[in-house]
Structures are given as structure tokens and as C-alpha cells.
């Protein structure tokens, strides 16, 4: 999928935009602060139906304004347009839709427009909590496994329902616990296996790209950890009912899954530098790119890369940029405070580009 022109009114610093971009190569210049995040922010929101830094739509909305609106022209791979539209008035509930018709339910439009952001946020992922890493996986898998949205919305049901029940000052209902439970370990088999294969596939490409990147200077790698890998889950949910009952939530399931991250057979968040941190990051996301990629047939995801140069050493730098330069790519977003780097890009690239400053909110394109 092809962005084609992107209009924008009132989301967060950006009072009113309308740019027509490049089929490959789309470079925003700025510096920070001036709204360029933002920019790529609302390509996310056009793809995932909420933006990439907040899941409250009202965030999203300029402070001295009632509403925001996004629209974005696309071409599919088989030369279809699409018109996706997103809007909300302060108060309401936003709107989103194809072509004119509103969606029934918005995870209907997830995965209709592939996409990864590499963002200086993700040292998140490494640094932050278990929940990160989740979203990560959940977030690469529902964009083309509908099932798999299923299967986690029906285990996010139970599990609420179950801790509802822990919750109560009265005891609570067995008949309804069982059944609880036994939802979950289904839904929750369900999730861990696709999760469990998006990593096992991943790995390879994953530390094929850090090396690169790196020059080999270090060994990494990834570790699924799931309570599904102590035995059936449903005797895994049961085997602490009590404990459960009495901290008033439960302690055991998919939703306390982790995504373990290795540096020379030692966990990354303890023992990696800010660059080699960066690296991980950024090589993980362009293993989902390689992916989804491939996976998703006919389709290829946009890749949008926000400040993603900074705290890298000269090397990696220049590893990055051959990297992105690179024909196997659709169509790129990249913002950056220096020129220079995006001059390089420029210069090993022989693909089509076009060049945007970005200054208070106001986005012009270089002649």
C-alpha cells in the first residue's frame, strides 16, 4: 500500500496540512519539537485506528480546537484507491472510514495497511515493562491474523470477569470461575502459539540485521517466556486460586507473558549501552518489516523511522543508512534534526524522493 496524499486538520501541533508524497522515499526535516513526530504519528493512527503514543483519541486533538481530521489516499498494490478517513469531535466518538462507509468494527480496517514505526520511544521495549513487549507482539500478529485479535479480546474478556470475581468481598461463584478459567486457557493456548511462532520465525532475520548493523561486535537474541510453557494452562490458572483470591487478581496467564532480550547471553536492559540498546530496537522492528512482509503476500508495510540516527556511532550510522537505501523497502517516512544524514541516504539511494521542512506545525515541500 501506497500513501498518496495526506491531509490533516487540527492533530496535536498540526494546525492544517495537505502534502502529496513520494511512492518511495519521503524525508521530513525539522527540529525537535516542530511536530515531525506527529506527522508520522497520524500515518499510525490512518493504520491503527489510535495513535502510537496514547490510546485516548482526545489526546490526539489540538489543544485550542473541538475536533481533528485525518485523511489519507492510498494505492493498493493491485492500483485500487482507498480513502481512509479518521475524525472526532471533542466529547464524541470518532469515526473511521473506507471509501465513504464506516466501519461496523475497527478492527476490521487493521491490517489493510501494513506498517512498522521505529521511534526513539521503543527503548521502551527494552527498558520498560513486560506490557511493552506484549503490545508488540499483539501488534504485529493482529495485522494479519484476524483470529488472533479474536482469541485476545475473548482471553482480555475472561481474565476482566475472573478478576472481578477475586475482587469480590463475597465468595465468589465456582460454577462462573470454572467456566472463566477455562476460557482463558483456551483462548489463552490460542495466543500463546501464535506469539510463540511470530518469535521462533523472527529470530533469524532479527539477528541477521543487528549484526549487520553492529558489525558483529555482539551476539543477541530473543526468548519467548509464557506460564503455557509449565504445563496446560487451565492447571496452571487453577494451581494458585487461593493466592489469586487473596492479592485480587490473577497471577497466572498470557497476560504475564514476556519477551526476554539478550546481549552476549546477558538481559539487554541490564548490560546494553544507549547504542547498542538502539540497535536492538531498531533490528527487531525491521525483523517485523521482513515479516510481515513476507507474510502478508502482495503487501508491503510502510516503514516510518522517527530520529532514529541519534546516540549511534558513526559505523552503525552508515550500516543504517545502506540499509534503508536498500530497493527490498516500499515506501519510507523518515524525520531527522540533521540533513547530513538524510543527504546520505539521498545520495545511496537512486530511487524516486521527496524532501519536506517541517516548522511550528507547518509542513512545506522543497523544490
Known amino acids: 500500500m501506497i500513501l498518496e496524499k495526506l491531509s490533516i ?20 526535516v525539522g527540529s525537535n519539537g516542530v511536530g515531525k513526530t506527529n506527522l508520522l504519528d497520524a500515518v499510525y493512527y490512518l493504520s491503527f485506528c489510535h495513535s502510537s503514543f496514547t490510546n485516548l483519541d482526545s489526546m490526539v486533538i489540538n489543544h485550542d480546537q473541538d475536533f481533528f481530521v485525518l485523511e489519507g489516499d492510498y494505492l493498493s498494490e493491485t492500483e485500487t484507491q ?26 476490521s480496517h487493521i491490517g489493510l495497511i501494513p506498517l512498522v514505526f521505529i521511534s526513539p520511544s521503543d527503548n521502551y521495549l527494552v527498558t520498560g515493562s513486560g506490557e511493552e513487549r506484549r503490545r508488540l507482539l499483539d501488534m504485529v500478529i493482529s ?7 479474536e482469541a485476545l479480546n475473548r482471553y482480555n474478556k475472561a481474565l476482566q470477569q475472573r478478576n472481578a470475581l477475586l475482587k469480590s468481598e463475597q465468595d465468589p461463584d465456582m460454577t462462573l470461575m470454572q467456566l472463566l478459567e477455562e476460557e482463558m486457557a483456551h483462548q489463552g493456548e490460542i495466543v500463546y ?7 521462533e520465525e523472527m529470530i533469524p532475520a532479527f539477528q541477521d540485521i543487528y549484526t549487520h548493523i553492529s558489525g558483529g561486535r555482539e551476539q543477541v537474541s530473543l526468548r519467548y517466556v509464557s506460564h503455557c510453557q509449565r504445563g496446560p494452562l487451565l492447571d496452571v490458572i487453577q494451581r494458585d486460586r487461593f493466592k489469586d483470591r487473596a492479592v485480587g487478581y490473577s497471577l497466572h496467564g498470557v497476560h504475564r507473558d514476556d519477551l526476554e532480550m539478550l546481549i552476549d547471553g546477558f538481559p539487554m536492559r541490564r548490560e ?8 536492538f530496537v531498531l533490528a527487531l522492528k525491521l525483523a ?12 508491503t508495510p510502510l516503514l516510518l523511522l522517527d530520529d532514529i540516527f541519534d546516540k549511534l556511532d558513526a559505523d552503525r550510522v552508515e550500516q543504517i543508512i545502506r540499509l534503508v537505501a536498500d530497493d527490498g523497502f516500499g515506501q519510507i517516512f523518515i524525520t531527522d534534526t540533521n540533513r547530513e544524514h538524510l543527504d546520505k541516504i539521498l545520495s545511496h539511494s537512486a530511487t524516486d524522493y521527496k524532501l519536506f521542512d517541517v516548522k511550528n ?3 512545506t515541500e522543497r523544490n
Open 9 to 28: 486538520i487540527n492533530y496535536k501541533n498540526i494546525r492544517q496540512a495537505s502534502i502529496v508524497l513520494s511512492h518511495k522515499l519521503n524525508c521530513f
Open 82 to 107: 482507498e480513502r481512509i478517513y479518521a475524525g472526532m469531535k471533542r466529547g464524541k466518538h470518532k469515526h473511521f472510514r473506507r471509501n465513504g462507509k464506516e466501519y461496523k468494527k475497527l478492527s
Open 143 to 149: 495485522q494479519f491474523d484476524v483470529s488472533y485479535i
Open 193 to 199: 502459539q501464535k506469539r510463540d511462532k511470530l518469535v
Open 272 to 279: 546494553g549501552s544507549q547504542g547498542q540498546t538502539k540497535t
Open 288 to 299: 517485523q518489516f521482513a515479516f510481515l512482509r513476507q507474510t502478508m503476500a502482495g503487501k
Open 361 to 363: 506545525g507547518e509542513i
